[in-house]
């Protein structure tokens, strides 16, 4: 009977033992149980699934490449006749100079003149005294006729009659003495190596040789009796107005140009072929 008791105790005992153990490896276990964090498997393959990305911040690379520069070509003082008389800039077209002129040196002219009006002239401190009364001298000077247009002597009849100098409605301009196609002069045509008369426009100065225009016999002969105009001048030889260019038709014999709608009869649309004018017609007849 108390081999049966000490059975039972031994028994009670190592539940005992078994309970405080377990108690005791409870109270030693991380939070992490408590918290229900999951504890990873060192047998597990979770490492093998997960995907780590990287991001690298790239360096933005400038590019090396460039616009090439063109190659500058520089002008020569004979390719560029037209001089400032002011600074000495040198251009190559007379538009060019006056555009200079206009632009560039139009603010010194402005800027004297606004001078000139503000300019106040000092006040006298003191006025002066007045001058001794000369007294009138005993044998005054005979007195002098001053010249006036009507009292001016024209010209005689022995002389003949005038030739008017040639003027342009746009005010005088002096013609060029350089071709605005080869920039050749009248010595000399760049283009043919030949001597040649240039024909200069009466609105602009503008001039050019008679084969770089290509003109006909007939033009280079018909351009010296008249007022002849380049084609950005050129304006209608019956209206006068240089308004509707497009309408513009070109005489092939003298280079003058005329609005169709101002023809008799007018015309709708360009005559096929070479189309002369009505004094070209009565100088060189119908063709």
């Known amino acids: 009977m108390s081999g049966v008791q000490e059975n039972d105790n031994s028994t009670d005992k190592i539940a005992e033992d078994s309970k405080d153990s377990w108690y005791k490896d409870f109270e030693e276990t991380p939070e992490q149980f408590d918290m229900g964090v999951e504890v990873e498997d060192p047998d ?3 490492e093998d699934y997960e995907e780590t990305y990287v991001r690298k911040k790239k360096k933005k690379i400038r590019s090396s490449r460039g616009r090439k520069r063109a190659d500058r070509y520089d002008y020569t003082d004979l390719e560029k006749p037209y001089v400032c008389e002011i600074c000495g800039a040198r251009y190559k077209t007379r538009p060019g100079l006056s555009y ?4 560039g040196h139009n ?5 004297n003149t606004e001078e000139e009006t503000n300019y106040t002239p000092p006040k006298p401190s003191a006025a002066p005294p007045p001058p001794a009364p000369v007294p009138p001298p005993c044998n005054p000077p005979p007195q002098v006729m001053q010249p006036s247009m009507s009292s001016w002597p024209g ?3 022995e002389d ?3 030739t008017p100098r040639p003027t342009s409605e746009k005010g005088n301009t002096l013609p060029s003495t350089y071709c605005d196609f080869c920039l050749g002069d009248s010595i000399e045509n760049k283009k043919t190596r030949m001597p040649e008369e240039l024909v200069s426009c009466s609105d602009c100065g503008r001039s050019a040789h008679p084969t770089c225009l290509q003109f006909t016999p007939n033009m280079t002969a018909s351009v010296k009796k008249y007022r002849w105009q380049c084609i950005e001048c050129k304006s209608c030889g019956i209206c006068g107005t240089s308004d509707n260019d497009d309408q513009l038709l070109f005489c092939d014999d003298c280079d003058r140009g005329y609005h169709m709608y101002c023809l008799t009869p007018p015309l ?5 072929g070479s189309w002369s004018c009505h004094l070209c017609i009565e100088e060189y007849g119908r063709k």
């Not at 200079?100 to 632009?103: A, E, I, R, T, V």
Request: net charge negative; no cysteine; aromatic share 4%.
């Open 100 to 103: 200079h002129y206009s632009h």
């Open 44 to 46: 597990t393959d979770v």
């Open 160 to 162: 003949g009659p005038l």
């Open 107 to 111: 603010n010194d002219s402005t800027d």
């Open 268 to 272: 709708s649309e360009p005559p096929e």
């Open 155 to 157: 010209p005689s009849s």
